[in-house]
Structure formats: structure tokens, C-alpha cells
């Protein structure tokens, strides 16, 4: 079955340097890929999507990639500010397509200024 | 825009209480609803996808008699815990989508203690 590998568990940076976070999955290459923002005690929030066909996009400070040859996908934060520390998650469809998502396990980003 | 709100936000309730907990969107029309079941430090698990007046469908080893879905209009899916007991207790997130390879739209969970 397909897997989704955030391997990074926790990343600490310093205000204004450039987080990259790394989603990794086996397997099938997805149709897309999400990226959602939880904070503690609070539900995901979406934050970015990109589609097999999509190399990079961008949305102000965040920008993700998306290598099916690597089978992964990586996040970026830049300029990172203390208010940017939260859990960072990937998900895609579980059969290649469809609306459901599975989720890697997150990566919890801490921003010290 | 894309708000889901869910109710309620935490339960207490004793071993053997049926809990029923409400995903609502908002300000759009859910043609899908989702719930996950989420443990400490660990990463939503994926319990049933919900269909506007069709049966849901339920993930491996998820007891459908346990949780019951069900999806009355396209912006109300209701999940209850039926016979709750303390290995239920856990965070319970719900979610809406608009369609295929659409953003999901989270509520902010429940979180249920069972005594």
C-alpha cells in the first residue's frame, strides 16, 4: 500500500532562514500532493496543492516542489518568523486519484527568534 | 471562505455513552466529508469518507456498527460513537471537500475522553 514518509520528525531554525521540509512516498506516483498547516489542538488547514504535472508552486513565502522521478516532494518557508512554528503535513489520494487523503506523519517546524 | 465547524469540542462522558459529534460547512456545499481519527504525536488516520445521502465508506479495521456516519445534507455529516469505551478516546477531526483533487477543509476537532 502506499506510504507517505516525513522523516524529519522536528526541524528548529532561526528567525529569517529558510525551512525545507521533505515528503517522501513509495510506490505510485500521486495525481497530487497536499500540504496542510495544524497547530496544536486545532484542525489542519490547507495551505498548498500540486499536481504531477507541476514542477514548483509558490504562495508568498511558501513554496513546494514536486520530483516523481525522486518520489517526493519538498516545502519550503522563506524568511521563516516565529508565527510560521507549527506541525507540517503531506497528503495525497490513497489510489493515485480521488478526493480521500492519506497523511505522512507531519513535521513539527520551531521558529526561534 | 471554506469554513467547516464542528461540535462539540471536547466530551467527558462514562464507558457505555453513544457520542454524536456534528461537521457543518458553512459557507459551502460538501459534495464529501471526511473523518479522521488522530492519537498524540501521530498522524490523522483516515476512518470513513461520507457521501451526501449514500452509505460511507469505511477504511480497514474501522467497526462501522462502532461509528456511525451519517450524511443528511450536503452540509452535515454526523459521526456518533456508539457504546463508547476508553480505547475510543482519541481526537476526532472532520472533513469537507468540494470534489476531486480539491483542498479538504477541516474542522477543529473533537476531543473525546472516555471514563
Known amino acids: 500500500s502506499q506510504k507517505i514518509e516525513q522523516n524529519s520528525e522536528a526541524l528548529n531554525i532561526q528567525e529569517g532562514k529558510t525551512a525545507t521540509l521533505t515528503c517522501n512516498y513509495t510506490?505510485?506516483?500521486?495525481?497530487?500532493l497536499q500540504w496542510y498547516r495544524q497547530d496544536p489542538g486545532r484542525g489542519p488547514v490547507f495551505l498548498l496543492l500540486i499536481r504531477e504535472n507541476e514542477k514548483e508552486k509558490r504562495k508568498e513565502r511558501l513554496k513546494v516542489t514536486f520530483d516523481t522521478t525522486l518520489k517526493q516532494s519538498l516545502f519550503h518557508i522563506t524568511a521563516s518568523q516565529p508565527a510560521d512554528s507549527a506541525t507540517y503535513l503531506c497528503a495525497q489520494p490513497p489510489n493515485q486519484a480521488g478526493t480521500a487523503l492519506i497523511f505522512g506523519k507531519g513535521t513539527t517546524l520551531s521558529v526561534s527568534s | 471562505g471554506a469554513v467547516v465547524s464542528q461540535h462539540p469540542s471536547r466530551v467527558i462522558c462514562k464507558s457505555g455513552t453513544s457520542v454524536k459529534i456534528e461537521c457543518r460547512s458553512l459557507?459551502?456545499?460538501?459534495?464529501?466529508m471526511f473523518w479522521y481519527r488522530q492519537f498524540p504525536k501521530k498522524s490523522l488516520m483516515l476512518m470513513a469518507t461520507?457521501?451526501?445521502?449514500?452509505?460511507?465508506?469505511?477504511e480497514q479495521g474501522v467497526e462501522k456498527d462502532k461509528f456511525l456516519i451519517n450524511h443528511a445534507s450536503l452540509t452535515l455529516s454526523t459521526l456518533t460513537v456508539t457504546s463508547a469505551h476508553p480505547e475510543d478516546s482519541s481526537f476526532y477531526i472532520c472533513?469537507?471537500?468540494?470534489?476531486?483533487?480539491?483542498?479538504?477543509?477541516f474542522g477543529d476537532g473533537t476531543r473525546l475522553s472516555i471514563l
Open positions: 461520507s457521501n451526501e445521502g449514500s452509505k460511507a465508506t469505511y
Open positions: 510506490n505510485y506516483s500521486p495525481a497530487y
Open positions: 459557507d459551502f456545499q460538501a459534495t464529501t
Open positions: 472533513s469537507a471537500s468540494q470534489g476531486t483533487s480539491q483542498p479538504q477543509h
